[in-house]
């Protein structure tokens, strides 16, 4: 029986990117090690991120060395958590004009990772 799940990404520096997700996550630390640190977020996510010296940065959405993995963030406000993902040394890799505003954006972490926020269902009630 599996009753626990982990989300590991490889990288040559995984205290690096381990700051990038605690942040964006408002995670905590609980596992560090000379190889590998894992993050729980509090809705109880977790992820680890293993050292791994030939790491190579994925390079989605270019058929070479393309995705390796993919992680999707649900937000409330995308504006918003760009901002914070530049600021934390992350960057976009999808620029697409949909006519207004996007449901679903790309980014890749520090190290080349991608991953996805998706806006999350409305709590508002609907209007009409």
């Not at 990288?11 to 408002?26: G, M, T, V």
């Not at 991120?49 to 989605?60: G, I, K, Q, V």
């Amino acid at each position: 029986m599996v009753t626990a799940g982990v989300v590991v990404l490889d990288c040559a520096e995984p205290e690096k990117l381990a700051e990038f997700y605690r942040e964006l996550l408002d995670a905590e630390e609980t596992e560090a090690g000379a190889n590998r640190v894992e993050l729980r977020s509090a809705d109880g996510f977790r992820l680890a991120l293993r050292r791994d010296m030939n790491a190579t940065a994925p390079s989605w959405p270019r058929p070479e060395n393309s995705l390796q993995a993919h992680l999707e963030f649900v937000v409330d406000d995308l504006d918003a958590a760009e901002r914070r993902i530049v600021s934390l040394g992350g960057r976009p890799i999808e620029a697409t004009d949909a006519g207004g505003p996007l449901e679903e954006r790309g980014y890749a972490d520090r190290a080349g990772h991608s991953f996805t926020l998706r806006r999350g269902p409305s709590t508002a009630p609907k209007q009409g």
